[in-house]
């Protein structure tokens, strides 16, 4: 049984699906069902029909007068489709079929009548649709010397109208007419700025899609970047961007292929059309012609290169299931984790490999006593969890050649049971296992080295600065933490499908509360700059032996402004963190230092509840505050754009004023 295009889009069907586009001049209603059965055969799996006949064009009413007794009946829409206004009569085939609307309709036509017929006419042919279930149907890009207001209103207006069909707008990736005298840098952003207008209109309904086509130019990676924070659903090639290779097969250039790659992750459709099409006479339909003209060598081709592509990476497979997906940040010291949170954690080899190193290095920067005294290094785990740090450690001092003795402390009564069986079965009695809360632990002595594995994807979201003062008291005066500090990080984002998720919970909140996020489709409109840091110890802020009377001093703020070298749109605030572990051992998410193969961390996102428009050159100033009082620990964050010469043109509202929607407790 063959799935509608929604379906396989959720369905996530690993493969690719092909479509091509038959001359449109020479579909009819008798030979349409033919193409179907042949496109099959030669492995494609859908073709792209028009829904009307030339016939159809009559509605226009072109040479009758305003009073004509039959276009007011049409108008009342007392006038159904005559058998000749259409090519898809029947919904015999319609799950391999898309639909395109009739050339002549002209949305924003000077002429009142010709606008509104075409208003009707889209109307009835939408209707029809999805009476006929088709696939998809996909719309006509608006001639670029077009105003887009009117188009963009109908087209809002009708996608009620299609609740199971999906509805794509044809988009070049390069408008020629629109990028004259444009720099070459930033050619392509007018196709871009000619969709954010219709998007914008319509919302973020996510039965409206891009078909993005790809021409024999393609812009920069900075421009093409903006598409992939798109609803990019269809990649149309037409067959004379292809190349011929020694063989004679069709083949695109390395830049295409690196293009058409790219988008493989995202799992659009593919369409390619031919310009050889039109010269057949596909109502006799003779095999020699189609054989020589189809363009299945085209198809087959896109599949190779689907086959071809690079084996997933550690982090890839690990985020199958979680790309885009919003997850709530943990909360640690309210909630106890499950074990399965631990195990995922666990996997991550980067990480523990890192700590590993880092202990190490600690160990053999310590000096050797010469005394007579017993040289132990002190070890603690603070939030020793189900005990991979412990054995971290255990390993680091059998590398540098230390004795150690080791505490394990762990709140968690369910992963205590753990860390008990790990004594009785591998430990022994070199660690020492504690059943407390790190912050109020009354240790038997000082340590040498003070490990914790308390870092949140935004550094410390997961109150880490907080559980370290509290466990400080039980560090030696010279004693090193590991991790040493940990640098938060932001940057302006776009994503229409992370903004369209948090919409559908249809809770103002949720637009003030962050969330962890693997990213997918996204563009950043700049990269990631620093915001604050926290470092450890805090001889500073906090007394010897002493917990601080209050948490003003993790009290952040910071204004960071970037330069926006193209336009696009801010959907929300993307966030990282880099950590010095011990010296020049690191960890990080910050795109542009990421460990490599590192996926304990996905980044986090702070949304806005308006995204904003940000034109080429702009400035965008991301401004947030870390605030706490007794009992939790909240974000603020506003987002501004200013243009020079006009000053600060945009901006969002404060969003979480005082941990209204979102906080992290503290106990």
Not at 207 to 225: H, I, R, W
Not at 336 to 341: A, I, Q, R
């Given at each position: 049984?063959a ?6 889009s959720a369905?996530?069907?690993?493969s690719v699906q092909?479509?091509?586009?038959p001359?449109?001049?020479?579909v009819?209603e008798?030979n349409?069902?033919?193409?179907v059965?042949?496109a099959?055969s030669k492995?494609?799996d859908f073709?792209?029909s ?10 226009l ?5 305003c009073?004509?007794?039959?276009m007011?009946?049409?108008r009342?829409g ?5 058998p000749e ?6 919904a ?7 639909g395109?609307l ?6 924003d036509?000077?002429?009142p009548?010709?606008?509104l ?9 939408l ?5 006929l279930?088709?696939g998809?149907?996909?719309?006509p890009?608006?001639?670029?010397s ?22 794509w707008i044809?988009i070049?990736?390069m ?14 952003m007018k196709?871009?700025e ?5 998007r914008?209109?319509?919302?973020s ?13 393609l812009?920069t ?9 798109e609803?990019?659903?269809v990649?149309?090639l ?5 190349l011929?290779?020694?063989n004679?097969?069709p083949v ?13 992750k995202?799992r659009?459709?593919?369409i390619v059309s ?9 109502d006799?339909?003779?095999d020699?012609?189609?054989e020589?003209?189809l363009?299945?060598p ?5 599949r190779?290169?689907?086959r071809?592509?690079d084996?997933?990476g ?10 885009d997906y ?9 909630d106890?984790l499950e074990?399965?949170t631990?195990e ?6 980067i990480?523990?490999?890192?700590y ?8 053999r920067d310590?000096p050797?006593?010469t ?5 132990v290094t002190?070890?603690?785990?603070v939030?020793?969890?189900r ?5 971290c ?6 590398k ?5 003795r ?11 049971v ?12 070199r660690v020492n296992i504690?059943f407390?809360?790190?912050r109020?632990?009354?240790?038997p002595?000082?340590a ?6 308390l ?6 979201n ?6 370290l003062d509290?466990?400080?008291k039980?560090?030696k005066p010279d004693g090193?933490?590991i991790?040493a500090?940990y640098?938060?990080?932001v940057?302006?984002m776009?994503s229409t499908?992370?903004h369209?998720?948090v ?21 950043l409109?700049?990269?990631p ?7 450890h ?5 906090i007394?010897p032996?002493q ?7 993790n ?6 402004e970037?330069?926006s070298e ?8 993307a966030?990282?963190?880099?950590s010095v572990?011990y ?8 795109p542009?230092t990421h460990?490599p193969?590192?996926f304990?961390?996905?980044?986090i996102?702070?949304?806005i509840?308006?995204?904003l428009y940000?034109p ?5 100033i991301?401004d947030?505050w870390?605030?706490?009082?007794r ?6 964050w506003?987002?501004?754009?200013k243009v020079?010469g ?6 969002s509202?404060l969003?979480n004023v005082?941990?209204r929607?979102s ?5």
């Amino acid at each position: 049984m063959a799935i509608s295009f929604q379906q396989a889009s959720a369905m996530g069907l690993d493969s690719v699906q092909i479509g091509f586009v038959p001359p449109a001049a020479h579909v009819t209603e008798n030979n349409v069902l033919q193409l179907v059965a042949y496109a099959h055969s030669k492995g494609f799996d859908f073709i792209v029909s028009p829904i009307n006949s030339p016939a159809y064009r009559r509605v226009l009413f072109e040479n009758e007068g305003c009073s004509s007794p039959a276009m007011l009946e049409w108008r009342a829409g007392m006038e159904a489709f005559k058998p000749e206004d259409l090519v898809l009569r029947t919904a015999e085939r319609s799950e391999s079929i898309v639909g395109t609307l009739s050339d002549w309709q002209d949305f924003d036509s000077q002429d009142p009548k010709v606008r509104l017929h075409s208003e009707l006419a889209l109307k009835q042919q939408l209707t029809w649709v999805s009476h006929l279930g088709l696939g998809g149907v996909m719309l006509p890009y608006p001639p670029s010397s077009k105003p887009l207001t009117n188009y963009g209103r109908v087209l809002t207006g009708s996608l009620s109208t299609l609740p199971y069909t999906a509805c794509w707008i044809r988009i070049p990736c390069m408008d020629d007419e629109l990028e004259k005298g444009v720099v070459e840098e930033l050619q392509g952003m007018k196709s871009w700025e000619r969709w954010n207008v219709l998007r914008n209109m319509a919302g973020s309904d996510s039965k409206l899609g891009v078909a993005l086509e790809l021409g024999a130019t393609l812009p920069t990676d900075q421009v093409l970047d903006r598409w992939f924070a798109e609803p990019v659903k269809v990649i149309i090639l037409s067959d004379d961007i292809f190349l011929t290779n020694n063989n004679g097969y069709p083949v695109l250039s390395k830049r295409h292929q690196y293009v058409v790659r790219k988008f493989f992750k995202f799992r659009p459709y593919f369409i390619v059309s031919t310009s050889t099409m039109p010269k057949l006479v596909l109502d006799e339909f003779s095999d020699d012609m189609l054989e020589e003209s189809l363009a299945s060598p085209h198809a087959d081709y896109i599949r190779y290169l689907y086959r071809t592509q690079d084996a997933p990476g550690v982090i890839d497979q690990f985020a199958i299931g979680y790309q885009d997906y919003l997850q709530a940040p943990l909360q640690p010291l309210q909630d106890n984790l499950e074990s399965s949170t631990y195990e995922t954690f666990e996997k991550d080899p980067i990480k523990y490999q890192q700590y590993e190193l880092a202990v190490e290095r600690a160990l053999r920067d310590r000096p050797i006593l010469t005394d007579g005294e017993p040289d132990v290094t002190v070890i603690m785990v603070v939030g020793a969890g189900r005990g991979p740090l412990v054995n971290c450690s255990l390993r680091a001092a059998e590398k540098a050649g230390r004795n150690v003795r080791l505490y394990a402390v762990e709140k968690n009564p369910n992963a205590f049971v753990t860390i008990q069986n790990m004594k009785a079965a591998q430990w022994g009695d070199r660690v020492n296992i504690v059943f407390s809360d790190m912050r109020t632990w009354n240790a038997p002595e000082k340590a040498d080295i003070l490990v914790s594995e308390l870092l949140g994807s935004f550094g410390d979201n997961e109150l880490s600065p907080e559980c370290l003062d509290g466990a400080q008291k039980v560090l030696k005066p010279d004693g090193i933490s590991i991790p040493a500090n940990y640098t938060a990080f932001v940057a302006p984002m776009s994503s229409t499908k992370l903004h369209a998720d948090v919409t559908a919970y249809k809770d103002q909140a949720r637009f003030e509360t962050s969330f962890v996020v693997m990213f997918k489709s996204i563009s950043l409109l700049a990269q990631p700059k620093p915001i604050w840091v926290f470092e450890h110890p805090n001889r500073t802020d906090i007394l010897p032996n002493q917990d601080p009377l209050s948490n003003h001093h993790n009290i952040r703020s910071g204004s960071v402004e970037f330069t926006s070298e193209t336009s696009g749109m801010i959907h929300g605030v993307a966030g990282y963190f880099e950590s010095v572990l011990y010296k020049d051992v690191m960890l990080s998410i910050n795109p542009a230092t990421h460990s490599p193969g590192m996926f304990s961390w996905f980044p986090i996102f702070f949304p806005i509840r308006t995204p904003l428009y940000v034109p080429a050159g702009a400035q965008v100033i991301l401004d947030f505050w870390r605030l706490t009082d007794r009992r939790k620990v909240w974000y603020e964050w506003r987002v501004s754009c200013k243009v020079e010469g006009l000053g600060e043109v945009q901006w969002s509202a404060l969003h979480n004023v005082g941990g209204r929607s979102s906080s992290i407790g503290l106990y």
